[in-house]
């Protein structure tokens, strides 16, 4: 491959990682025609980009980056398929989905989620479960409306008891 060639696709794969705020490194090689395409599809329904990249360009524009990948570097090694997503557990949630299977690839090599290094493909079951920037902002909204809709319904029902005990004295009278 030329240098020109090889800086356009270390420019590409820098677009790339600029793009996203997520990056799984993956091994998929030995995954057939037939569940490539499964995989392929199933990442674009779940907005994760897939790209086949060569470890020696990839550790090039990740260097080239103002993001820390440096704990990526160890797993660039055999063949590397990126997911790119931003969304942290989206690429965790698909490859469990798709392993579920009995498939044992796409195996992950590592992953930077959130500004960490995630190394080894016993990370998987962390990475799943990690909540997104959004499911956190719900979770403080909830969490943050709870105190105000027990408020809300305990004056609700308090009014509610007053109402009867009024409409009860009032008939009394009667």
Not at 49 to 70: H, I
Not at 75 to 101: C, D, E, H, V
Not at 135 to 142: G, S
Not at 168 to 174: A, G, I
Request: glycine content about 4%; proline content about 2%.
């Amino acid at each position: 491959m030329r240098k020109e060639d090889k800086a356009k696709q270390i420019e590409a794969i820098k677009g790339l990682l600029a793009d996203y705020s997520c990056v799984y490194l993956t091994e998929t090689t030995a995954l057939n025609a037939e569940k490539t395409v499964e995989l392929r599809r199933a990442a674009f329904k779940n907005d994760v980009k897939m790209v086949v990249v060569k470890n020696t360009l990839l550790k090039k524009a990740m260097e080239q980056m103002d993001m820390d990948y440096s704990g990526l570097y160890d797993s660039l090694a055999g063949p590397t398929t990126l997911m790119l997503s931003n969304t942290g557990n989206a690429p965790a949630k698909l490859i469990k989905s798709f392993r579920q299977k009995k498939e044992t690839l796409p195996a992950l090599k590592a992953a930077y989620v959130e500004e960490t290094a995630y190394v080894g493909a016993d990370q998987l079951e962390v990475l799943a479960t990690i909540k997104s920037k959004n499911e956190l902002i719900a979770d403080v909204v909830a969490l943050l409306q709870s105190p105000a809709k027990n408020v809300i319904s305990a004056l609700q029902s308090g009014g509610n008891k007053l109402h009867g005990i009024l409409e009860t004295l009032s008939n009394k009278e009667n």
